[in-house]
């Protein structure tokens, strides 16, 4: 008979990321692939309520890896890694200058010719 030996692949787990630890990695990674993070964002994402989001901001801002700016059209505050903020609007132009390239062409495309022939 065989006796039974301990688990051993069961490990004890390290506590899960905080808060605060999640929404810094979030905006982190949003950054590195050329995204802003809107504060707002942060309190639905997380489930924490807009003075929790506002803390946390706050302290991110505070330890200075991140900057922040305002959206010219709504007001909103945004974030990014610190010195990324030039980069990311950059990208955002292209984003939306190829976004409307890409609707102006779907119009042409949907409209039919003019017959050159019957003019």
């Not at 692949?9 to 905006?27: G, L």
């Not at 964002?41 to 890896?65: C, H, P, Q, R």
């Not at 609707?103 to 017959?115: A, L």
Request: hydrophobic content about 25%; glycine content about 6%.
């Amino acid at each position: 008979m065989s006796e039974r030996k301990p688990y051993r692949n069961f490990k004890k787990r390290e506590p899960s990321m905080t808060t605060e630890q999640k929404v810094e990695s979030f905006v982190k990674r949003n950054s590195q692939s050329g995204f802003f993070t809107k504060v707002s964002t942060i309190s639905y994402k997380f489930d924490v309520t807009e003075d929790m989001a506002w803390n946390i901001v706050g302290e991110l801002l505070s330890n200075g890896d991140f900057e922040s700016m305002h959206d010219d059209y709504t007001g909103e505050m945004k974030l990014c890694e610190t010195g990324k903020i030039y980069v990311i609007m950059d990208l955002e132009q292209k984003r939306k200058r190829a976004k409307y390239q890409a609707s102006k062409k779907n119009q042409i495309k949907g409209k039919p010719k003019p017959n050159k022939a019957n003019s």
